[in-house]
């Protein structure tokens, strides 16, 4: 909170410096007209004596009128209202271009992300909530938020969409061997995040002209809508038959082209539609590449236990009118509310030397984001300040490094979170007080 100080204005009078020019002037001017006799003395004295106390009783005027201020009722500061809670964030695809339309839902409520992927949720009460994002042709993303008040946070989740890609392997003759492949998203200049997924279909393994289809994953959740509860997938694959009834009778392969950086101690797990489980499977383990061999169509995933940490700091926000001062002011000032910039996003480090640096920042970046975007903010003071109040407003960003971790190897970003405004009430009478600490 910043302390305004401020200092009444007094008027001292002392001595012949209190008395007005003209009562000097007035009493030589007499003494000189009759300089002898007592009579003309007393007639100067009295003269004196009358035009002192006519200055004197102007003086006294012009003092009372000085000292109005001290008779008047004091000035108190405005009382300011608490703001509600609120929840915005940006949505992009993998790409970092805004997504326009996405549904963004808090709780049971909706709302839709306009040109820039922002969003706003107003009057968020106090609680647990879950956030999603979902848009046409992308992975629903989604986590938790809580507003441990009943006012004054202003919370942020900003988002990361990947795309729903598909592959399908066409195999027209029995006979022959098929295969088919396809590649992971990957933010820009990360290429060791994306990972090649083949999947190869010895001869005599399906029927003529049967389809499948290969689709990368990114969690748990993407191939079941259930969360793994241990360890983290890094990438995943959905493999389903054009044919849901296809029982195979021999195995085919789902292969992950990935480096040695992954595949030491890797943990490979198939997802058991029977009991909704992921069970783990033993994966073949060849230079770089892990390959399941698979009689069944459903999700594979390279799990690893992965740690998130955070260290905190804060930096201030930019508003465009932070002081609105009435204390001179001649008639009473309306105040609706104050905008200010913030940020919104990580910024990541996106230098992978090797795969599990590069699924690792594909990890922080759909967790927190892979764009850092500038937003407008506004905050609501809708009080009307009379004269002689004025309120100063003040705000702070956090902003979070943080730091993803797999086995040996870490990666790294900035993230821009939850930003907090104080408002300092005061009057030419009182310092007043501060809201939103």
Known sequence: MMKLQFMKRSHTVSGDEALPEGCATSCLEARGSNPAGVKGRNRVSKLCVLTLMSSALMLGAGLSSCHHHDDREPVLPPKVEAAPNTLAGVVTNISGTPVQGA???????????????????????????????????????????????????????????????????????SGEDASGDVQSDNIPNNDEGAVTITVDVPANT???????TIAPIYSAQDATGTRADDETMLIGANVTCSDPD????????????????????????EFDPATGRWRDVTPTVDGGKVTVKTTRFTSFGIFLPVTATTTSSAEDIVFAQDLFDNRNGRDSMLVENASFTYKTGTAVNANAKNKLEGLLIEYLARMFGAKVTEMNGS???????????????????????????????????????????????????????????
């Open 379 to 437: 905050y609501p003071l809708n009080i009307t300040l009379a004269v002689g109040q004025g309120i100063l407003l003040k705000g702070t960003q956090t902003v979070e490094a943080v730091r993803v971790a797999s086995r040996n190897t870490a990666v790294t970003g900035t993230r821009y979170g939850s930003v907090t405004v104080t408002t300092s009430a005061f009057s030419v009478d009182h310092n007043g007080g501060v809201v939103g600490e």
């Open 246 to 269: 296809l029982q195979l009778t021999s195995p085919i392969d789902v292969v992950f082209n990935l480096d040695n950086s992954v595949v030491t101690d890797v943990k490979v797990r």
């Open 206 to 212: 399906v029927p003529d002209n049967t389809t499948i």
């Open 103 to 173: 549904t963004v839902t808090l709780g049971t409520t909706s709302v839709k992300t306009d040109a820039n992927g922002a969003y706003v949720f107003q009057n968020v009460a106090q609680g647990k909530y879950t956030v999603s994002a979902a848009a046409d042709g992308m992975y629903t993303a989604s986590s938790e938020v809580t507003f441990s008040k009943t006012s004054e946070q202003n919370l942020l989740w900003s988002v990361t969409l990947n795309r729903k890609t598909t592959q399908n392997l066409v195999v027209k003759d």
